[in-house]
């Protein structure tokens, strides 16, 4: 363990001689992009594995959930979460639409629908929550209110691949779901996303907007992006499906691990296990609270000494960063929940090839450091 660091994460990648068949097509049929063979492959195979209708393949989640707000049209005011990655907000701010933040229920971290109906205003028109760590938003709720107020409902589910709810994919929930399949997530394709739609005219214009508007070779019907994902990132995915079981296995073996060790101890708090949910372990929080012997940035800085890259994931708050902390919902008194779990979270290392012994290791320093 002195040896090498231990990431927070760390991509779960095939054996290279399994890819390199798929290489070859890619150079024999020199189809390198534009919804090629493997891409209409993926589209296939991730659909029926999800349990999802209809899904469409981007290049990355970023340019996905921009997309996704441009499909629904979306205007004026989204209520959305703080306590995020930047790129939920962001994607607001790049259709010239302003985030409304609400604050987090404390116990799960996702947007509070207690919280959102006062957050409504005429201007209002959609709903982007997060299932914060792939736990699943309380979405009988969101629907709820969306559908009193007449609003849309866009998941950011970059986290949730995979996860099952009430006995069906968490991803048919909303209006539209968007997945990320970034290099740090569950299910990889190097970069890559996809926007989870639930019939073949939404997808058609999806379809339009991620290859730059162009409905057909001289028609162009919209001010489109190229977000088309690339032949050799379908092929991997298509791979990586074959392995994706048994990397979901270690990730809950390890997570029963840290929970094992960590579920009593004093100062330390982690988030319940949702019910009627099966999840992905696609992270493994846990908070600080005031009563450990170290802060949350010291027990942080302890770690990193032992060359373990721990992650104060979300941290800072998006509400705080220079381009929303003057909107009167980024005020710390509207957020705090949002910014108490920002200040305390730690996120621990989680990946399929992480070793027992070395999650065993980093709640032995736990121990050691509760003891301070």
């Excluded at 798929?22 to 493997?38: A, C, H, M, R, V």
């Excluded at 007449?150 to 709810?165: E, K, M, N, P």
């Amino acid at each position: 363990m002195a040896d090498s660091k231990i990431f927070v994460t760390q991509p779960a990648l095939p054996p290279l001689e399994e890819f390199i068949p798929y290489l070859q097509e890619i150079w024999d049929s020199k189809i390198l992009t534009n919804n090629g063979p493997f891409h209409k492959q993926l589209e296939v195979a991730l659909s029926q594995y999800l349990g999802v209708d209809q899904l469409a393949l981007f290049a990355n989640g970023t340019i996905a959930l921009v997309t996704a707000l441009q499909t629904l049209r979306i205007t004026g005011e989204v209520i959305t979460t703080p306590y995020s990655f930047v790129c939920t907000s962001h994607s607001l701010l790049w259709n010239e639409l302003k985030p409304v933040f609400v604050d987090v229920d404390p116990v799960t971290l996702n947007l509070d629908p207690a919280r959102i109906e006062e957050a409504i205003t005429p201007r209002t028109t959609a709903i982007l929550p997060v299932h914060c760590y792939g736990n699943p938003c309380d979405v009988e709720k969101i629907q709820r209110i969306a559908d009193i107020y007449g609003l849309r409902v866009i998941y950011d589910a970059a986290h949730a691949f995979g996860v099952q709810y009430k006995g069906e994919s968490l991803l048919r929930h909303g209006d539209l779901s968007v997945l990320s399949m970034h290099a740090t997530k569950v299910f990889n394709t190097f970069e890559g996303g996809a926007i989870i739609c639930p019939d073949k005219t939404t997808k058609e214009r999806i379809g339009f907007l991620k290859n730059f508007g162009f409905a057909d070779e001289v028609t162009v019907t919209a001010s489109g992006i190229n977000g088309k994902m690339s032949e050799f990132n379908a092929a991997l995915g298509l791979l990586q499906l074959k392995y994706i079981e048994a990397a979901l296995a270690k990730r809950r073996l390890i997570e029963a691990r840290y929970r094992l060790y960590l579920s009593d101890m004093p100062g330390i708090r982690l988030l319940p296990i949702p019910d009627d949910t099966v999840g992905n372990s696609a992270y493994f929080p846990i908070f600080i609270e005031p009563e450990f012997p170290l802060s949350r940035d010291a027990v942080y800085d302890r770690f990193k000494a032992q060359d373990i890259l721990t992650r104060r994931y979300f941290y800072p708050l998006i509400s705080s960063m220079p381009m929303y902390r003057g909107m009167p919902s980024a005020s710390v008194q509207n957020l705090p929940n949002a910014n108490k779990a920002a200040n305390e979270v730690l996120c621990l290392p989680i990946y399929p090839d992480l070793a027992l012994d070395q999650v065993d290791r980093i709640c032995e320093l736990l121990t050691e450091f509760s003891n301070h």
